[in-house]
């Protein structure tokens, strides 16, 4: 049984962390929470019989757990984790794990120091639409993978404490380490992509953050990825994945995929024509096409959360089940330091292309 402490009791701390502790009492035990707000504290208290704190740092110095759970409010991963890895703990942080390449180096040295698990909580990573989605391209029916487009966006305005900058606020930080992981996915582990960043902030409300992104990684030999994040789409732009490979494609989100493809030994033999157009056409053929379909299970996938995206269950799970093999087994993570890493490189350049103006220096 591994003992935990979860620091946050806020939207990801209480509805994804709580939420899947409370279902798997085989393996984990919550023993401690700390939140500043007294009724989510009583929360805990009442549903794990934990003990509860307003400060972290204080039930970090109390100590009785093995791991922590970061869900902190975004500033604070850093030096929560820092504080409980030096303490002895494991520690499960959540996404953005930090704002720069430099402090993610701390975490991971610190990590190593300590001889303790530093976990990433990457958790659309294994959602049951982009593992089929791999799986997909891995078999080399679409051909080589030239595009692919990512659409996390919808029309909404928001007035809460991630809309500022001094919070690491903005859909960049928000929901865009989930895209951006899974962006990753398209490159080869040893390639960082090269970033090319448009991002603004108009928010009429008053907060200082991106709420508008598009973001495009790039490399030689590998697909053009667009990734973009807006409040401000009122109609949907397609699926949320478009993918184009030299032999077919690909549409679809976390409900439904479609796919089609051809075998090019089945396809018409063509020679170039010469030497000009035949009776001033364009080149026209009927391709021996395949199309493929899959759907959610969704009694497989279990509950979801999110509002920008779905996330679901099983996602959770599958972190939650590579992290007890790592701390009792010594197994590898699902989710790796080296692959985020990367992910912070993205971050921190998109950040640096695009300053925006500061309204507020410090939250509250």
Known sequence: MVNIAIAGQGRSGYNIHAEWLKTDTAHYRVVAVADALPERRQDAEREFGARTYAD??????????DLFVNALPTPLHVPGTLRALEAGAHV????PMAPTVAEFDRMTAAAEKAG?????????RHQPFFEELQQILDSGALGQILYVRSCWAGFGRRWDWQTYQC???GCLYNTGPHAIDQALCFFPEAVTPSVFCRMGCFNELGGDANDFCALTLYAPDCPVVEIHLSHYLAYPQGDMYTINGT???LTGDHGKLRW????ASQAPTQETWKPWSHNRQYPGEQLPWEEREWSLDEAHAGKSVGYTLRSYRSGVQWIYDSLYDGITQGTPLTVTLPQV?????VLEEAHRQN???VKVERWP
């Open 247 to 249: 032999r077919g494609g």
């Open 116 to 124: 303790r698990i530093l976990a990433p909580f990457q958790n659309n």
């Open 355 to 357: 300053p925006l103006p």
């Open 167 to 169: 919070n690491l606020g």
């Open 92 to 95: 499960l942080c959540e996404k």
């Open 341 to 345: 890493r990367r992910q912070i490189h």
């Open 56 to 65: 972290y740092a204080e039930m970090i110095a109390a100590g009785g757990f």
């Open 260 to 263: 089609k493809f051809y075998d």
